[in-house]
């Protein structure tokens, strides 16, 4: 991707990156539809799958034979899980110590935004001081056309900090995130590439850690563990939402460092990942036709033989989702998205383009992700009217002890043995309660994305910062 000149003062316009992205587009156009020509028909492919479950779960129910089909399926995910229970990771190379400041890679870190006022503030402030050289990384923020302080905010902020540079996007821009990210990489310069959310919050570390995790030719992305933000610091913040998040954030990393180290896949979650420059290239760059760009980015780095390194300390925190209904519609667009990229790449996946590794990987956490919570209403459905226990009690009793097992992991491993093992336990079993959501979610958003057209709607979390740092930038911009 080319590298483009900017102005004085740093600030963009859309018109300023057209021939750029002429010119980029072009050079990736066929890499882009060698990923993206299975897009098409996700309604009618995601009403086969349902079908296809819901017809064998009631199949299982009718034959003599089906539990012994369940016993072997859990005997068979149950071993993969064992495995990763295991496995050692491999261990975190040190930090950067390099002196010379030229010999350090540049870095481009982006962010897009969209009425963020509230922790547009505390977010540069951060990545603009961390303990890299400033004039060996960047950090551009994607102004998404915001209507509130956004702008006032960031213009005022790019006085104090050079490496701050400014993209508006116009009203009629499309491609949401993606559209954004795509729009203004071509524009960046540096080797690597990290992607934040507006509510980020990141050690003035992290680079140094995370830098040396591309130290493998092979590895395309690196994804930081994300915490939630003032979870241990304001225990009076903390409802049953946060507290379940908590655990949830607890079991991805500790899964994340057990995958990896069995070889199977790392996942990008959005908020602190680095990607190489030449990796996204391979894959297209971001997918606009996708509400979860991170999942989807996933699945293509692996698809193009590229692996996902994952870095556990130190994290990026993020604020939790505080209500039920936000928690909804956030985990809506997950599934949604993540579900998707199945449907999207099926074919590339069956011809195991993966790796058997990884297609090992893929296929348990498919199980215990998505086909087990769609499952459990047709199996739910049949044990009642049969009466009698659910067929997949087994598997899915095997996929609440591994959830638990994780979680109490992963907890142990954040908290370095800070806490006692019996409130790490106490929160692994709110975290399960927790978790079940997971169920309703999965199984109403494949019901409608097989009876509903294809349409990519996102609804914004929101974000509400520190009122102090907020105050303190607003009177700035007065």
Same mark, same amino acid.
């Given at each position: 991707?080319?590298?483009?000149?900017?102005?004085?003062?740093?600030?963009?316009?859309?018109?300023?990156?057209?021939?750029?992205?002429?010119?980029?587009?072009?050079?990736?156009?066929?890499?882009?539809?060698?990923?993206?020509?299975?897009?098409?028909?996700?309604?009618?492919?995601?009403?086969?799958?349902?079908?296809?479950?819901?017809?064998?779960?009631?199949?299982?129910?009718?034959?003599?034979?089906?539990?012994?089909?369940?016993?072997?399926?859990?005997?068979?995910?149950?071993?993969?899980?064992?495995?990763?229970?295991?496995?050692?990771?491999?261990?975190?190379?040190?930090?950067?110590?390099?002196?010379?400041?030229?010999?350090?890679?540049?870095?481009?870190?982006?962010?897009?935004?969209?009425?963020?006022?509230?922790?547009?503030?505390?977010?540069?402030?951060?990545?603009?001081?961390?303990?890299?050289?400033?004039?060996?990384?960047?950090?551009?923020?994607?102004?998404?056309?915001?209507?509130?302080?956004?702008?006032?905010?960031?213009?005022?902020?790019?006085?104090?900090?050079?490496?701050?540079?400014?993209?508006? =996007?116009? @009203?009629?821009?499309?491609? &949401?995130?993606?559209?954004?990210?795509? $729009?203004? #990489?071509?524009? !960046?310069?540096? /080797?690597?590439?990290?992607?934040?959310?507006?509510?980020?919050?990141?050690?003035?570390?992290?680079?140094?850690?995370?830098?040396?995790?591309?130290?493998?030719?092979?590895?395309?992305?690196?994804?930081?563990?994300?915490?939630?933000?003032?979870?241990?610091?304001?225990?009076?913040?903390?409802?049953?939402?946060?507290?379940?998040?908590?655990?949830?954030?607890?079991?991805?990393?500790?899964?994340?460092?057990? =995958?990896? @180290?069995?070889?199977?896949? &790392?996942?990008?979650?959005?908020?602190? $990942?680095? #990607?190489?420059? !030449?990796?996204? /290239?391979?894959?297209?760059?971001?997918?606009?036709?996708?509400?979860?760009?991170?999942?989807?980015?996933?699945?293509?780095?692996?698809?193009?033989?590229?692996?996902?390194?994952?870095?556990?300390?130190?994290?990026?925190?993020?604020?939790?989702?505080?209500?039920?209904?936000?928690?909804?519609?956030?985990?809506?667009?997950?599934?949604?998205?993540?579900?998707?990229?199945?449907?999207?790449?099926?074919?590339?996946?069956?011809?195991?383009?993966?790796?058997?590794?990884?297609?090992?990987?893929?296929?348990?956490?498919?199980?215990?992700?998505?086909?087990?919570?769609?499952?459990?209403?047709?199996?739910?459905?049949?044990?009642?009217?049969?009466?009698?226990?659910?067929?997949?009690?087994?598997?899915?009793?095997?996929?609440?002890?591994?959830?638990?097992?994780?979680?109490?992991?992963?907890?142990?491993?954040?908290?370095?043995?800070?806490?006692?093992?019996?409130?790490?336990?106490?929160?692994?079993?709110?975290?399960?309660?927790?978790?079940?959501?997971?169920?309703?979610?999965?199984?109403?958003?494949?019901?409608?994305?097989?009876?509903?057209?294809?349409?990519?709607?996102?609804?914004?979390?929101?974000?509400?910062?520190?009122?102090?740092?907020?105050?303190?930038?607003?009177?700035?911009?007065?």
């Amino acid at each position: 991707m080319p590298n483009n000149p900017w102005s004085s003062d740093d600030s963009f316009s859309e018109l300023e990156s057209i021939s750029a992205l002429t010119t980029d587009l072009a050079d990736t156009h066929e890499t882009a539809l060698h990923f993206y020509r299975g897009l098409a028909g996700r309604r009618r492919k995601a009403a086969m799958v349902l079908m296809a479950i819901w017809g064998s779960t009631i199949a299982l129910h009718l034959f003599s034979w089906g539990i012994w089909v369940v016993w072997a399926i859990t005997t068979l995910v149950g071993m993969q899980v064992l495995r990763m229970l295991v496995a050692v990771p491999r261990a975190l190379p040190d930090p950067l110590t390099e002196q010379d400041p030229e010999q350090l890679p540049f870095v481009s870190l982006m962010v897009a935004a969209k009425n963020e006022e509230s922790v547009i503030g505390s977010l540069v402030r951060g990545l603009c001081n961390l303990n890299y050289p400033a004039h060996r990384y960047e950090l551009w923020v994607i102004d998404d056309y915001s209507t509130d302080r956004t702008p006032e905010i960031l213009a005022r902020l790019q006085s104090d900090f050079p490496q701050l540079k400014v993209f508006r =996007r116009s @009203a009629d821009a499309t491609g &949401g995130k993606s559209g954004a990210l795509n $729009q203004v #990489v071509p524009m !960046t310069r540096g /080797e690597f590439i990290g992607v934040f959310d507006a509510d980020a919050r990141v050690s003035p570390d992290l680079l140094r850690w995370m830098l040396p995790l591309f130290g493998r030719d092979r590895v395309g992305s690196v994804q930081v563990r994300k915490a939630i933000a003032h979870a241990e610091t304001r225990p009076h913040s903390r409802n049953f939402w946060i507290g379940g998040q908590v655990a949830e954030m607890g079991v991805d990393s500790f899964f994340q460092r057990q =995958r990896i @180290a069995v070889g199977g896949l &790392g996942e990008l979650r959005g908020n602190g $990942q680095f #990607v190489r420059r !030449t990796a996204l /290239e391979d894959c297209g760059g971001w997918n606009e036709e996708t509400i979860t760009d991170d999942l989807d980015l996933t699945l293509r780095l692996h698809l193009a033989q590229w692996d996902i390194e994952f870095l556990a300390d130190p994290a990026v925190e993020e604020e939790g989702v505080t209500k039920a209904i936000g928690l909804w519609h956030q985990r809506n667009r997950w599934a949604e998205g993540g579900y998707q990229r199945y449907l999207d790449y099926w074919r590339l996946l069956a011809r195991n383009r993966l790796g058997t590794r990884k297609t090992l990987d893929m296929l348990t956490f498919f199980t215990v992700q998505y086909l087990v919570p769609q499952a459990a209403v047709p199996d739910l459905v049949m044990a009642i009217a049969r009466n009698r226990l659910p067929i997949l009690m087994p598997l899915t009793t095997l996929t609440v002890l591994m959830t638990m097992t994780g979680m109490y992991a992963g907890l142990r491993r954040i908290s370095a043995s800070r806490v006692p093992h019996w409130r790490t336990l106490f929160q692994s079993l709110q975290g399960a309660l927790y978790m079940l959501h997971w169920i309703p979610v999965i199984a109403s958003t494949t019901f409608r994305i097989s009876i509903r057209p294809k349409r990519l709607k996102w609804v914004k979390t929101a974000h509400y910062g520190d009122d102090d740092l907020w105050l303190d930038v607003s009177e700035q911009v007065e």
